[in-house]
């Protein structure tokens, strides 16, 4: 005659998977917050119901009969893949929140993420574009799991990923560079007017971005450095694009506009950024975040390979 699966069944099950896996009452009492004795209790029960005994009991630990290394590898097995089931299925009512910069958000961000919801459907997510500095405090308050940020500084306080490095490059239209940067059969910035990203990160210095690519390849430069400033370097690319001016761009930001021919790098020179981009978690607990984690890793490690087009890297 069969054994049924009822509810008491099931509960002995539990406790057996764990004392079989850990082969100890006392710490698979430990992993199911229950008392010893409690375990103990489960485990004589249900081989009183299954008719044969699971474990041998010997004064310094447990080891499995025959039959119970049997019922071990089909139970851990079904425990798991249950347990995989519940998480992916819990996953459809709640979205991954995604904080991130919002001109890496427009430009490089959001064209991908249509790769990521095709690999992962069942998990939902929550974009929002902001810039401030952040915390563990201010990601469990405002409820972020995954943060992107483009900083020199590192987050020790944060679980904190170095995802990837930047360049800067000088871009402008193909006609700005033609009225306005050529001057006799050579390119300078005499009649330039220079876009600036007012705020590339927190508390940057004025004009850091220029003057970084100044620094590594016009260390003599005499002109003038000011120009007009956005609070966002989507929006000094944006200007740039309607012929207002040269902007100093993110290899991530203007790859697309440079592999359209929209923009072009008239100087055929770039410098690497002084800051990079970090992502923030809050913990590793979270499926979800692992998931996106890898995927996001993944994403700028293929960008990285595919932007040596624009920067003639070896």
Excluded at 13 to 18: D, P, T
Excluded at 146 to 175: C, G, K, Q, W
Excluded at 194 to 214: C, F, G, Q, V
Excluded at 243 to 254: N, T, Y
Aim: some cysteine; aromatic content about 8%.
């Amino acid at each position: 005659m069969g054994t049924n699966l009822d509810t008491s069944l099931l509960g002995g099950l539990r406790c057996f998977e764990s004392s079989g896996r850990l082969l100890s009452f006392t710490r698979a009492a430990a992993e199911l917050n229950l008392t010893q004795s409690a375990v103990s209790q489960q485990i004589r029960h249900l081989e009183n119901r299954l008719g044969y005994p699971l474990f041998v009991r010997h004064p310094r630990g447990l080891e499995l009969t025959s039959k119970g290394v049997v019922l071990i590898e089909v139970t851990s097995r079904l425990i798991n893949e249950l347990q995989q089931t519940i998480n992916r299925l819990s996953l459809l009512n709640a979205p991954l929140q995604i904080n991130c910069l919002p001109s890496f958000t427009l430009q490089w961000l959001m064209p991908r993420l249509t790769d990521f919801n095709r690999q992962e459907p069942d998990i939902s997510v929550r974009l929002k574009a902001e810039f401030q500095s952040l915390d563990k405090h201010m990601m469990d308050a405002l409820d972020i799991d995954v943060a992107i940020r483009f900083d020199p500084v590192s987050y020790s306080y944060l679980h904190a990923d170095f995802i990837m490095d930047e360049y800067l490059i000088p871009v402008a239209t193909p006609n700005y560079v033609k009225e306005h940067l050529q001057v006799d059969g050579h390119i300078s910035l005499a009649n330039a007017v220079l876009l600036h990203d007012a705020s590339p990160w927190m508390d940057a210095p004025e004009y850091i971005e220029w003057r970084t690519w100044l620094g590594a390849h016009m260390p003599d430069y005499q002109g003038s450095i000011e120009g007009p400033q956005f609070n966002l370097s989507s929006l000094a690319i944006s200007a740039a694009l309607n012929g207002q001016g040269i902007a100093m761009g993110r290899a991530a930001l203007v790859y697309d506009d440079l592999m359209s021919g929209r923009l072009i790098d008239p100087f055929k020179k770039q410098v690497i950024a002084p800051a990079r981009y970090v992502m923030l978690r809050r913990g590793d607990e979270d499926q979800r975040v692992h998931i996106f984690a890898e995927w996001l890793k993944a994403a700028c490690k293929q960008f990285v390979s595919d932007r040596r087009a624009i920067l003639n890297l070896a």
